[in-house]
């Protein structure tokens, strides 16, 4: 196994992170000892996570680097998402994956790119569409609050009370039927918004390679830092079919 995409000012955050002895090679060989000697060791040199997902943890090792470790009663779920992550990543090598760093050779833990849940307004604020619709009327609701959306953010790019279908989560649904579910229609305002999008370009090229489906809600997606610059990308590519069959389904 590989410290993978890294490179010298990431290598500097990272073992910035690994003071006072914290060790990716002794916390390797910790699992021999099963998850728990591993999360010991990790809440030890790093302190609490900061989340919890169902078969995974994560602890922080620097502002933009996190550490993801398989834990629990779904410990082997958590193993094979950090393998299906890791692999997607090296196959695919998409800018609209997490970046992964480092990965244990047994794949209890993988080392990424930091990423923060994506909201509705982040959308409209980085691609510059809203999610659903524009919002219409004042910048005032009823209640007096101001309305996150059109117009707080865009009054200056579309007239007021403008409707317009077209938005991500109706571009999204174009492409997963088009590229992954195989239910393929024309929409030429579609097929001009992805082409006038870099980003929606390469969604719409990671979706053709993967056929990767089920992606539609804005839960899909998380926001990460680089080059000081807030960027859109897919934020678990490590559960796949596959797994919810054998793992989680009941």
């Not at 000892?33 to 996570?49: F, I």
Request: one cysteine or more; charged letters at 25%; hydrophobic letters at 35%.
């Amino acid at each position: 196994m590989k410290v993978i995409k890294i490179n010298e000012s990431q290598k500097k955050r990272l073992f910035e992170a690994y003071r006072e002895g914290f060790s990716l090679k002794e916390l390797s060989a910790l699992g021999n000892n099963g998850w728990g000697a591993q999360y010991d060791y990790c809440v030890k040199w790093l302190g609490e996570p900061n989340g919890f997902g169902s078969s995974r943890c994560v602890f922080t090792l620097s502002d933009n680097i996190i550490l993801k470790l398989a834990m629990g009663g779904q410990y082997k779920a958590g193993i094979a998402q950090n393998k299906q992550e890791y692999e997607m990543y090296e196959t695919c090598d998409s800018p609209l994956l997490v970046r992964i760093y480092n990965v244990d050779k047994n794949f209890t833990f993988l080392i990424s790119e930091s990423v923060v849940p994506a909201e509705e307004i982040d959308f409209e604020q980085i691609l510059g569409l809203p999610f659903y619709h524009w919002v219409q009327g004042s910048e005032y609701g009823d209640d007096g609050e101001d309305i996150v959306g059109y117009d707080k953010y865009f009054d200056k790019l579309k007239k007021p009370h403008q409707k317009t279908e077209i938005n991500i989560y109706n571009i999204l649904a174009y492409i997963e039927s088009n590229y992954a579910i195989g239910e393929p229609y024309y929409d030429e305002e579609m097929e001009k918004a992805i082409k006038n999008s870099e980003w929606l370009s390469q969604f719409r090229d990671f979706v053709m390679h993967t056929s990767m489906s089920d992606f539609c809600q804005v839960e899909n997606f998380g926001i990460v830092n680089r080059n000081g610059n807030p960027t859109l990308v897919i934020l678990d590519s490590g559960l796949n079919l596959d797994i919810w069959g054998k793992y989680y389904a009941d």
